[in-house]
């Protein structure tokens, strides 16, 4: 992805807004005397004073480290669930990251902004108007698919009275606190994912994922939800997954598992120190990076820390044979008989279909 496709959020403590109307002139004169440079340290050394070297963190976040001695914090989220919003808070406000990177992509975005209220609205109504504009992003099968996949997003939203997302709204306003964090859409766009998706799928295996997502109506309750933040859990529930459809785990995970740990990395290059003068000597520190995503990536995400990553090769339509060569799945055989459509689920909420 672009780095101008990244949209980034800084907040600055020391803005004119918050200061007090009345005070002292000579705190106007000196701070108008303060280097650009000179001020960045002041309130750099304020964030780092602020930053835990020990922080207490949820047990739902894995910790990462690049060559350079940058830190990574991988929050693993469920997308329907309250106390992920307090573990991504609770994480930010620790370690005062430079960058915070969540599993969106630029077609998602907007969700950041609005309101809870009139998500929960936007999810539980489709309507031909989205259906006609899934197949004109998407194409005839892709757009289908997609429908399908909101409509699970739609029953869930139904069943527990919540829009998906929660923990990447919390995280866009927890950043914005943090002086000089940046915020950086990590996921892949989602018509790739889409387009690729289904290109994987044979003719049979579309039959049946579609008639698995047109007859959903188990109930769903927050404790399911929960169950989902545990990893041997988790775990169980993908093997399944790959057992049933593996192209298709292939695509919407084990790809974007690569993309996302590319999209982290990127982001914990080390920062670069403003200089007083082009003569003085370029300075760096190690980044500090939260990564917000759902619980079902950490894993992979763990796997390909440490590898060289090319994500040109999961970027573009293939056909099914050219996939298995890009990524290969190993075949697991279910350790937990799980009913398919709540695996159906888990998957709607792991891929964090989005109706915006």
Same mark, same amino acid.
């Given at each position: 992805?672009?780095?101008?496709?990244?949209?980034?959020?800084?907040?600055?403590?020391?803005?004119?807004?918050?200061?007090?109307?009345?005070?002292?002139?000579?705190?106007?004169?000196?701070?108008?005397?303060?280097?650009?440079?000179? #001020?960045?340290?002041?309130?750099?050394?304020?964030?780092?004073?602020?930053?835990?070297?020990?922080? #207490?963190?949820?047990?739902?976040?894995?910790?990462?480290?690049?060559?350079?001695?940058?830190?990574?914090?991988?929050?693993?989220?469920?997308?329907?669930?309250?106390?992920?919003?307090?573990?991504?808070?609770?994480?930010?406000?620790?370690?005062?990251?430079?960058?915070?990177?969540?599993?969106? $992509?630029?077609?998602?975005?907007?969700?950041?902004?609005?309101?809870?209220?009139?998500?929960?609205?936007?999810?539980?109504?489709?309507?031909?108007?989205?259906?006609?504009? #899934?197949?004109?992003?998407?194409?005839?099968?892709?757009?289908?698919?997609?429908?399908?996949?909101?409509?699970?997003?739609?029953?869930?939203?139904?069943?527990?009275?919540?829009?998906?997302?929660?923990?990447?709204?919390?995280?866009?306003?927890?950043?914005?606190?943090?002086?000089?964090?940046?915020?950086?859409?990590?996921?892949?766009?989602?018509?790739?994912?889409?387009?690729?998706?289904?290109?994987?799928?044979?003719?049979?295996?579309?039959?049946?994922? #579609?008639?698995?997502? $047109?007859?959903?109506?188990?109930?769903?309750?927050?404790?399911?939800?929960?169950? $989902?933040?545990?990893?041997?859990?988790?775990?169980?529930?993908?093997?399944?997954?790959?057992?049933?459809?593996?192209?298709?785990?292939?695509?919407?995970?084990?790809?974007?598992?690569?993309?996302?740990?590319?999209?982290?990395?990127?982001?914990?290059?080390?920062?670069?120190?403003?200089?007083?003068?082009?003569?003085?000597?370029?300075?760096?520190?190690?980044?500090?990076?939260?990564?917000?995503?759902?619980?079902?990536?950490?894993?992979?995400?763990?796997?390909?820390?440490?590898?060289?990553?090319?994500?040109?090769?999961?970027?573009?339509?293939?056909?099914?044979?050219?996939?298995?060569?890009?990524?290969?799945?190993?075949?697991?055989?279910?350790?937990?008989?799980?009913?398919?459509?709540?695996?159906?689920?888990?998957?709607?909420?792991?891929?964090?279909?989005?109706?915006?």
């Amino acid at each position: 992805m672009q780095e101008e496709q990244q949209p980034e959020a800084a907040a600055d403590p020391m803005s004119s807004s918050d200061a007090p109307e009345d005070g002292p002139k000579e705190t106007s004169s000196i701070s108008q005397n303060i280097s650009d440079a000179d #001020a960045f340290k002041i309130l750099l050394e304020m964030k780092l004073k602020k930053r835990q070297k020990r922080p #207490a963190l949820p047990s739902t976040v894995t910790e990462l480290d690049t060559e350079d001695g940058s830190k990574v914090y991988v929050v693993g989220t469920a997308h329907f669930s309250d106390s992920s919003k307090k573990d991504v808070v609770k994480t930010i406000q620790e370690v005062q990251p430079d960058v915070v990177v969540v599993e969106l $992509c630029q077609y998602r975005v907007s969700m950041l902004k609005m309101d809870e209220k009139t998500l929960l609205k936007e999810a539980k109504e489709i309507n031909l108007e989205k259906l006609q504009q #899934a197949i004109k992003q998407n194409g005839v099968m892709s757009g289908l698919m997609q429908m399908l996949l909101l409509k699970v997003s739609a029953h869930i939203t139904e069943q527990l009275g919540m829009a998906p997302g929660g923990e990447f709204r919390e995280a866009f306003k927890e950043a914005s606190k943090v002086p000089f964090c940046k915020f950086h859409l990590g996921d892949r766009p989602i018509p790739v994912t889409f387009k690729r998706a289904i290109a994987a799928l044979s003719f049979w295996q579309k039959v049946k994922l #579609a008639w698995g997502l $047109c007859f959903l109506s188990d109930p769903i309750s927050k404790d399911d939800v929960e169950k $989902c933040k545990q990893k041997d859990l988790l775990e169980q529930m993908m093997a399944e997954m790959i057992g049933e459809f593996p192209d298709l785990h292939r695509t919407i995970v084990s790809e974007r598992d690569i993309y996302l740990t590319y999209m982290l990395k990127q982001a914990a290059k080390q920062i670069e120190l403003p200089r007083a003068s082009e003569n003085e000597p370029r300075k760096y520190i190690p980044a500090v990076v939260v990564g917000v995503v759902g619980m079902g990536h950490v894993p992979g995400i763990e796997k390909n820390w440490n590898s060289d990553l090319k994500i040109q090769e999961i970027m573009s339509a293939q056909s099914c044979k050219e996939l298995t060569a890009v990524v290969p799945v190993q075949q697991s055989t279910p350790i937990l008989a799980l009913h398919q459509s709540f695996v159906l689920k888990v998957l709607s909420s792991v891929w964090e279909i989005k109706i915006l």
